[in-house]
Each structure stands twice: as C-alpha cells, then as structure tokens.
C-alpha cells in the first residue's frame, strides 16, 4: 500500500524518498510501507497510572461507548459515509462531528478508512494529552488552513497519503498553538512508529514547513472563520456546551478583548506573533512533557 512517501532505506546509503504524487520537483524523507507488513494491527495501549483512562478491545482498538457515538445526529454529518464504519475508533462522540468538520474545513469529499482511522487516533492522542476541546479546536483550525498550501501544490496525492500528511500538519499545528506542546518523538513513537523513523518524520515536518515558507500564522478572518466552525460542529453531541461557558461574540463586525473568540484565543494559548521555527522542532525530554502517555501506546 502505498503511504505518504516512498522511503528507502539502505545500508550505509542513509534515508532517501520522494513525494511521489507532489508537483514541481517538490520532495522529502517521508514515511514507509511498514502497515502492511505489520498486518495493518494497532498498538494495544498497556495499563497506566494516567488520568484518562484507556479500554482496549480485542481488536486492539480503542473502544469507546457505540451507543454514544451512534447517538451523534448521523444525518448532518457531512462524511458519515466514511466516519460511519470507523465509529468504534473515536475516543468521544464528539470526536466523530468534529473530524467530519475538520475534513469539511479542507478540499477534501472523501477520505479512506486508513485515513480516517489515523486521524482518530490523533484527536485520541489530543485527549490522552489532556488537551481541552478548545485546544483541539484551535489545532484543527491551523491544521486545516495549512493542508490547503499542501493540497494546491500535491493536488495529486494519493488517497493513503493523504492521513500522514493532515496527522504531520496537526502536529505543526500544535506546536504553534500550544504552549506546552509534545514532542515529535513521541508522536512518532505512537503514531508514526510503524510507518518511519524519528529521523524520516522529522524530514518530512521541515518539508511541510517549507511548503507553507515557516508561516504558522492565520489571517484572523480566516481563523475565526475555522474555530467557528469547529465549535458550532460540537452542537451535533447534546452532552457538549458550544459556547463553553462564554459569552458568545457581540451582534455587531467588530470583535472586542471580552469576545468569545478572543476569550477562546487566550484560552488556548494562541501565539498572536509567529514563533521561531527551531522551536518548533525542538526535542523535549518525555519526562517533563505529557506523562500521561509516557508508557501507554495509542492505537
């Protein structure tokens, strides 16, 4: 099956691949064809001292209350078509509404079941971070807005990549919207361990940067126009407070410091100045960042 990149990896000759599907000589390390060697079977998390807790099925996937998420109202969401057979997978019921969103949020109609599976298991890992669902939010909404870069220059990705590369954008994301972030190793070690190396995401993380030329930053229209989005998308599960417990926006165009969107921005933590990109890459010990998936692997 082909994955996000072709990889090679040999010998003595280091790491090397292409994208394949990208136009105008773009290229970069990226992630391998180790699924399906592996038999496509998921990391079943082991028992942990965590916060949140985890329930693994037999099939070594998260399970999560089906008759919650079967509750979600079905008919609005836009790919139900393709979310519908990987409901066992979201963490919360809420999680189901708000990729449907995200997915809606870029040029995307339609997703296939690998990717699909991959990006709950992000939002899952999101969780499992303690992340709150305005963070999520607010990751999402940057994440969204960069695939767009991405798309209009790899218009010709194929359908497999297509999970690597929004799951590599919502870790960029969030490293610009959190301040306590966790680092790429991590993600790697849960998400991308059977697909590349520290080193290969580590190449593709840069060549994403390139692509959007180290600008994590959004217009405030276009971000507000996301986060709203994404919030109004939660109204789908009854049990979520859309307006998490903030006053909503003033009737009027103009957006005052007391506005829920602002409110929301600093809640987060939304860096209003672009960061330095190093940063951004900077590798944290695990001993200081998100103990609380430090020994439990995500499915």
Known sequence: MVQFLHVREERGAGISGSWSSCHAGISCCGLGDADAASGGEDHKPRADTASTAVVSSSAGHTSTSLEGVEGVAWETVAFRQDLWPLRSYAHHPEDIPLISKFLELTPLTSIVPAAGKLLLRVLRFLHMCDYRLEDICAILAHASAYFMDVYSQCAGMQATEVGHILATLIFIAHCYVQDETCPLNIWQKHLFKKYCSLKTLNSAVIRLLEIRRYRLRLPQDDLWKRL????????????????????????????????YGMTMLRSVGIALMPRQVPQLLKHRSPKVA??????????
């Open 228 to 259: 709203e989005a994404l919030a109004s998308s939660i109204a789908m599960c009854t049990s979520i407070d859309t307006s998490f417990g903030r006053q909503p926006p003033p009737s009027s165009g103009s957006r005052s410091t007391t506005s």
């Open 290 to 299: 998100n103990p609380c998936i430090r020994n439990q692997d995500v499915p």
